[in-house]
């Protein structure tokens, strides 16, 4: 089930950053729009950081905290804890 939509971040060439707002989010339940901003900029300091961070909401990776200000909660922790699995994976290999 999670494979399928892995490679929509793969094909979207967000896997770096699916990644890295998962690790965010083993530490906090919801990030303000700018520590995801500084975070994707981690990622990639020559993108726009606003890009990742609406395609990944548009793909239910992550949802805005409607109601909660510049809040995003995680889409689908199932699928961060499967994208967290992958990058454990590639490490170990």
């Known amino acids: ?16 950053y699916a990644e890295a707002i998962a690790l965010a989010f083993q530490e906090e339940t919801v990030l303000d729009v700018a520590i995801i901003r500084k975070i994707f900029a981690s990622v ?11 395609r990944l909401e548009d793909l239910g990776y992550i949802w805005w905290a409607e109601g909660k200000g510049n809040l995003y ?5 199932s699928l961060m804890d ?5 990058a454990r994976d590639r490490e170990v290999a």
Do not use: F, T
């Not at 892995?6 to 967000?14: D, F, G, K, P, V």
């Not at 990639?44 to 609406?54: T, V």
């Not at 909660?73 to 922790?77: N, V, Y």
């Open 1 to 16: 089930m999670y494979a399928a939509r892995y490679q929509e971040l793969s094909r979207n060439l967000l896997e770096p």
């Open 44 to 54: 990639d300091p020559d993108i726009n950081p606003q890009q990742p961070i609406i």
């Open 73 to 77: 909660e995680p889409g689908i922790p």
């Open 82 to 86: 499967h994208v967290l699995g992958i």
